[in-house]
């Protein structure tokens, strides 16, 4: 085996099995599945990719249930954000966000939503200061995947990338191995692919079907009617001319009519089997069918369109949560053992809540600042992942000193206030509010909080009413703030 920072599952593409979707028909298709509950799943997986790659309809649902993670932004909070020793393992284990195959990994990983299990490779490398970094993250290919002997192996590959018949075991230390699948059944099986498969080959299949039912019945035929024997071998003299002329010429005692066998009925059927198809396709992948079918539901209140959309938002956050805790456990644990950092592995959060759970959460802390409550700290761990991103509470910036009437501070023997700033803010008083707004400096010295400055200043503009009370209120709580500072200024011992 080689050392893990040398990768091992480099296939080469060419090595791929060929479609499988040509000559496919309902015994070949079992007998796939038999192979694959046998341990032979590389037929199965090669249908899997030829039913995602040609097929539109689970293509487009199959995109939208892995971007709807994907597009989430990511982020890594510390386990505990006080504790500085969780605090070093989370920035140690954030730098995973930055490789560049990350996001190709998360993709790759995201395929077990469907497929039963997705693999990807590690691969290290060794840090200038000490210690390892990530260097890669390999997907490994479906086809490498052996079930043989029961438990999941991984085929070897020479030096130009083609399988070979031997194989070794998956172990943690170099692989990640995620799965999505709630239902109790092998990898093997198949997986939620499996139940598509079914839908899928019905709905190709009645292609056929349906232009055997046009060729036989949807295309107009002729009608003849005659009188005698002569009349009978003219008209299919003519019909057969017809065939390749589109026009036949007959006496007046003969008749001919065109006659459509199709009716409504018939020519529809083939639209409403796709339909269903589709539709049950769409409800196995992403939970819905209003997301790819605009279909009315007859409801003033879009009820259904609403609980639909609940259903495929707790797939997302069922998604996100597996694929956030095969990260944490399978790659952020082995990168602080390398790396001897104590502490435990950081949370690794993709996206958020619902605008709707978002909104009720904010309206719910308001209710409890209101209600005198507020959550302590280890909620804010629980925030954080409902929100997508780290929180930390406030700081709280301290009450200063009142500029004018706040309560003299007493002073210890030797000690005085600083005389230079009272007399600056006396000054800046005197000289802001001169002639008729003189009386202003006796309101601005009653004041005690900046509210109680602007209320004063208020009932004095509404007995005066100056031409500029705006600019009145400005000067007043600018000098206020501006006393209030220098007032604050640490006291100074007098020198003896």
């Known amino acids: 085996m080689k050392e893990y920072n040398d990768q091992v599952t480099e296939m080469d593409p060419r090595r791929e099995l060929p479609s499988m979707v040509r000559y496919l028909s309902a015994d070949r298709l079992a007998g796939i599945i038999e192979e694959a509950q046998n341990g032979d799943t590389r037929e199965l997986f090669a249908l899997y990719r030829d039913v995602i790659t040609n097929d539109n309809q689970v293509r487009s649902e199959f995109f939208k249930r892995k971007i709807a993670v994907l597009g989430d932004p990511v982020s890594v909070v510390p386990f505990r954000k006080g504790d500085p020793t969780e605090v070093a393992a989370g920035e140690l284990c954030s730098e995973v966000l930055d490789n560049p195959t990350f996001a190709d990994a998360e993709s790759w990983l995201m ?46 590959v020479d030096e130009a990338g083609t399988p070979l018949s031997t194989s070794h075991e998956v172990t943690p230390e170099r692989y990640i191995v995620h799965r999505c699948d709630l239902m109790p059944a092998p ?17 190709t299949m009645s292609r056929q079907w349906w232009a055997d039912l046009l060729e036989r019945f949807g295309v107009p035929f002729l009608k003849g009617r005659y009188r005698d024997e002569t009349g009978r071998a003219t008209l299919e003299r003519a019909f057969r001319l017809a065939v390749r002329l589109g026009a036949i010429v007959v006496s007046d005692k003969t008749e001919v009519e065109v006659v459509q066998a199709a009716n409504g009925d018939a020519s529809n059927s083939h639209e409403r089997f796709i339909t269903i198809c589709n539709q049950e396709i769409s409800k196995l992948i992403v939970g819905q069918t209003l997301s790819s079918n605009a279909s009315p539901t007859g409801e003033l209140g879009g009820g259904t369109a609403n609980l639909q959309g609940e259903v ?33 592995s950081p949370k690794i ?18 209710k409890l600042k209101e209600a005198g409550l507020e959550p302590d700290d280890d909620a804010l761990n629980t925030l954080s992942e409902r929100l ?28 005085a206030v600083d005389d230079h700033a009272a007399s600056s803010s006396a000054e800046d008083l005197r000289r802001a509010f001169t002639d008729d707004l003189a009386p202003l400096k006796d309101v601005i010295d009653a004041s005690t909080s900046p509210d109680d400055c602007i209320r004063r200043v208020q009932e004095w503009l509404s007995t005066h009413n100056p031409s500029n009370a705006a600019d009145v209120i400005e000067k007043a709580l600018y000098v206020y703030s501006m006393a209030g500072t220098r007032a604050a200024r640490p006291m100074r011992r007098k020198q003896p």
């Open 111 to 156: 395929n077990a939503t469907l497929y039963p299990v997705a693999v990807v490779e590690k691969v290290f490398e060794a840090r200038p200061g000490g210690g390892f970094a990530l260097k890669a993250l390999v997907p490994v290919h479906y086809q490498l995947l052996d079930y043989s002997r029961g438990a999941m192996r991984i085929f070897d």
């Open 187 to 203: 990898d093997n099986w198949g997986g939620a692919m499996r139940s598509i498969l079914f839908w899928w080959l019905l709905r």
């Open 312 to 344: 495929r938002d707790d797939i997302r956050k069922a998604d996100a949560k597996a694929l956030a805790a095969t990260f944490r456990s399978q790659l952020f644990d082995q990168i602080l053992a390398i790396n001897g950092k104590p502490g435990r």
């Open 349 to 366: 959060l993709f996206g958020s809540e619902s605008s709707a759970e978002l909104s009720a959460s904010i309206t719910l802390l308001g």
């Open 388 to 415: 997508g991103f780290g929180i930390r509470r406030a700081v709280v910036p301290q009450p200063g000193i009142m500029p004018f009437s706040a309560q003299p501070v007493p002073l210890s023997a030797g000690d």
